[in-house]
């Protein structure tokens, strides 16, 4: 994954939200605002020079609507993603937007704490879909991904007593491994007890994201060890 800042152009025609807004971003992590737009037509211009990587658009502009600014970016070739913040709670319009590439949709009025978690899942998705070597992702790093976009932080069902935030940091570190390791290696590395890392690892495995295998020592027990599986 790039190390490089989530460019962020914030769209709000109202200044004091646009600030909140503004707020709200710098307040997280891997985060920058790039700019601030009071218009649809001013959001087009820097969109479309492929310098952005995030737009948080308000759907009620002065000028078009936030569909219309979809329409415009997609007819241009944007890829850019997009956070609706709107007040219309018409399902109609979710539709309508999701159709046009938004990727979440935040309804207003929100409070700090779920903008930020809304930020937050993004930035684990987009850490999920570009992990994979060589741009070549498989089923279970799509269906990872996109399980990142939703409320739980997860998407996915997990066992009782793991979490979402702790299993992004394993899955982190055995993608960064060039060798199997054991669950006594994870949890050092990542100050777990072992047995909490084992238990992700195991999760892992189970979901065929990573290969168990054994290790026979002189000694002792047979160590099972874990390697993310790349194909």
């Given at each position: 994954?790039?190390?490089q800042?989530?460019?962020?152009?914030?769209v709000?025609?109202?200044?004091?939200?646009?600030?909140?807004l503004?707020?709200?971003?710098?307040?997280?992590?891997?985060?920058?605002?790039s700019?601030?737009?009071?218009?649809?037509?001013?959001?087009?211009?820097?969109?479309?020079r492929?310098?952005?990587?995030?737009?948080?658009?308000?759907?009620?502009?002065?000028?078009?609507?936030?569909?219309?600014?979809?329409?415009?970016l997609?007819?241009?070739?944007?890829?850019?993603?997009i956070?609706?913040?709107?007040?219309?709670?018409?399902?109609?319009?979710?539709?309508?937007?999701?159709?046009?590439?938004?990727?979440?949709?935040?309804?207003?009025?929100?409070t700090?704490t779920?903008?930020?978690?809304?930020?937050?899942?993004?930035?684990?998705?987009?850490?999920?879909?570009?992990?994979?070597?060589?741009?070549l992702?498989?089923?279970?790093?799509?269906?990872?991904a996109?399980?990142?976009?939703?409320?739980?932080?997860?998407?996915v069902?997990?066992?009782?007593g793991?979490?979402?935030?702790?299993?992004?940091?394993?899955?982190?570190?055995?993608?960064?491994?060039?060798?199997?390791?054991?669950?006594?290696?994870?949890?050092?590395?990542?100050?777990?007890?072992?047995?909490?890392?084992?238990?992700y690892?195991?999760?892992?495995?189970?979901?065929?994201?990573?290969?168990?295998?054994?290790?026979?020592?002189h000694?002792?027990?047979?160590?099972?060890?874990?390697?993310?599986?790349?194909?």
């Amino acid at each position: 994954m790039s190390d490089q800042p989530i460019r962020t152009l914030i769209v709000e025609d109202d200044p004091v939200l646009a600030a909140k807004l503004r707020g709200y971003v710098e307040s997280v992590p891997g985060f920058v605002v790039s700019g601030v737009a009071r218009s649809g037509k001013q959001a087009l211009t820097p969109a479309l020079r492929g310098r952005l990587d995030l737009i948080l658009l308000d759907f009620f502009l002065p000028d078009m609507s936030g569909l219309d600014v979809c329409r415009a970016l997609r007819a241009g070739g944007s890829t850019l993603d997009i956070i609706a913040v709107s007040l219309v709670r018409d399902l109609a319009m979710v539709q309508a937007a999701m159709s046009y590439g938004v990727i979440q949709y935040v309804v207003k009025p929100f409070t700090a704490t779920a903008f930020r978690h809304c930020l937050e899942r993004y930035s684990a998705f987009r850490r999920q879909i570009t992990a994979s070597p060589g741009g070549l992702v498989r089923q279970g790093d799509v269906d990872l991904a996109l399980s990142r976009l939703r409320p739980d932080g997860s998407g996915v069902t997990l066992p009782k007593g793991l979490s979402a935030a702790t299993l992004d940091t394993v899955v982190g570190h055995l993608r960064g491994a060039v060798r199997p390791l054991s669950a006594d290696e994870v949890a050092g590395g990542l100050g777990l007890s072992r047995v909490t890392a084992r238990r992700y690892l195991e999760w892992l495995a189970g979901q065929r994201l990573a290969i168990r295998t054994m290790s026979y020592g002189h000694t002792g027990r047979p160590r099972h060890l874990y390697l993310w599986r790349r194909t």
